[in-house]
């Protein structure tokens, strides 16, 4: 059963860059198939794409966070990892990963999330 | 870019039938594969519906989805209705460069 674990700070002071590691268990992030993806869901809102990365490095981010976000694999670990720069109190909320299967093209593990909150 | 809407509510009794529809803004409804979740208050979300109207091992066979293009929409129904069922459904959809959910319907059953 693959389980996926957010790991990282839950208070970001503003302006500071947030950086959280989601950890992989139970499968290999270097078996191929899959984006490895990070998803946020603002308090009480609902779910906010913010991008993904393949086993090889190859990434792709929301558009509209494209500039501030940076997700990086760990192959060796088996983790990917989220940066996002320059956080506001907008940034405040869960961070969710989650696996893409490429067969389905379903979000079909996800972690439990982790709430990062921006704040002074 | 386009934009998923859905309702923000519905409700509906046990027993009954309900239909939760998601609105593609730009772009064909039929040209990308739309998935749904269920979020449970304080839980990640889980599949229930993938490539329009498949579902996982596990999904009870009264959810069941299902894609319109004349309305540029997809469906997800939910039959039988359980106390159970109530939670947040969010549709996914996406194109060569993004990833886009819904703003999710809470499904109330009274």
């Known amino acids: 059963q693959v389980q996926l674990q957010e790991s990282g700070p839950g208070l970001v002071k503003p302006s500071q860059t947030l950086s959280l590691t989601c950890t992989v268990s139970?499968?290999?992030?270097?078996?191929?198939?899959?984006?490895w993806s990070w998803i946020r869901q603002h308090p009480g809102k609902g779910l906010e794409w913010i991008g993904y990365?393949?086993?090889?490095?190859?990434?792709y981010y929301n558009p509209s966070l494209k500039s501030r976000v940076t997700i990086s694999v760990d192959t060796s670990k088996n983790q990917f990892s989220l940066k996002l720069s320059s956080v506001t109190a907008a940034d405040t909320a869960v961070y969710y990963c989650?696996?893409?299967?490429?067969?389905?093209?379903?979000?079909?593990?996800w972690g439990q999330g982790t709430l990062v909150t921006v704040s002074s | 870019n386009f934009m998923l809407t859905q309702p923000h509510s519905v409700s509906e009794s046990p027993g009954k039938t309900v239909t939760i529809s998601c609105t593609r803004s730009?772009?064909?409804?039929?040209?990308?594969?739309v998935q749904w979740y269920q979020q449970r208050p304080g839980s990640s979300p889980t599949t229930v519906i993938y490539e329009d109207n498949q579902r996982p091992s596990g999904v009870p066979d009264r959810f069941s989805g299902s894609i319109d293009s004349s309305s540029n929409s997809a469906s997800l129904t939910i039959s039988g209705l359980k106390t159970e069922d109530e939670a947040d459904y969010y549709c996914?959809?996406?194109?060569?460069?993004?990833?886009?959910f819904g703003g999710g319907t809470k499904l109330t059953v009274l």
């Open positions: 996914q959809s996406y194109d060569s460069s993004n990833q886009v």
């Open positions: 989650a696996r893409n299967s490429k067969l389905t093209v379903s979000y079909d593990y």
């Open positions: 730009s772009g064909s409804i039929a040209s990308n594969y």
């Open positions: 139970g499968g290999s992030i270097s078996s191929g198939g899959y984006y």
């Open positions: 990365i393949y086993y090889s490095g190859s990434t």
